[in-house]
């Protein structure tokens, strides 16, 4: 089993930015893929950004391209997010999410595509 713990939410001016962590524990060694959403009030959740457990690959909705930037930090199987000239449209409650099944093509980028879910984290962009 794995465990998530989300931390680096807050509040931040637009134009700033903002580093989100998730951290694994557990059994790391059956993650496949990481991913962060985020769900804004009233809306579905939406996808954000994935990468491959095994570091490389990333993908990203289009709204955060060129803003946003995911990473791994294998030594301490934690996963960043690091957010860039926010936008007040950014905020949300973001979380991550790992896989445990292979897939095959592009990463996983649905809710139902994710296994384990950590507990949110809220970011609040003023304009």
């Known amino acids: 089993q794995v465990q998530l713990v989300e931390s680096g939410g807050g509040l931040v001016q637009a134009g700033g930015s903002l580093r989100l962590s998730c951290a694994a524990s557990?059994?790391?060694?059956?993650?496949?893929?990481m991913g962060w959403f985020r769900q804004a009030p009233g809306k579905e959740r939406e996808f954000v950004s994935a990468?491959?457990?095994?570091?490389?690959?990333?993908a990203y909705t289009d709204s955060v391209k060129g803003r946003f930037t995911c990473s791994k930090d294998n030594a301490k199987n934690t996963v960043y997010l690091q957010m860039n000239s926010l936008k007040p449209e950014d905020s949300a409650v973001y979380s991550c999410a790992l896989r445990t099944r292979d897939w095959s093509g592009r990463l996983p980028f649905t809710v139902g595509a994710y296994d384990v879910w950590g507990q949110g984290t809220s970011v609040t962009v003023s304009s």
């Open positions: 557990g059994r790391t060694s059956s993650i496949s893929a």
């Open positions: 990468i491959m457990w095994s570091g490389g690959p990333t």
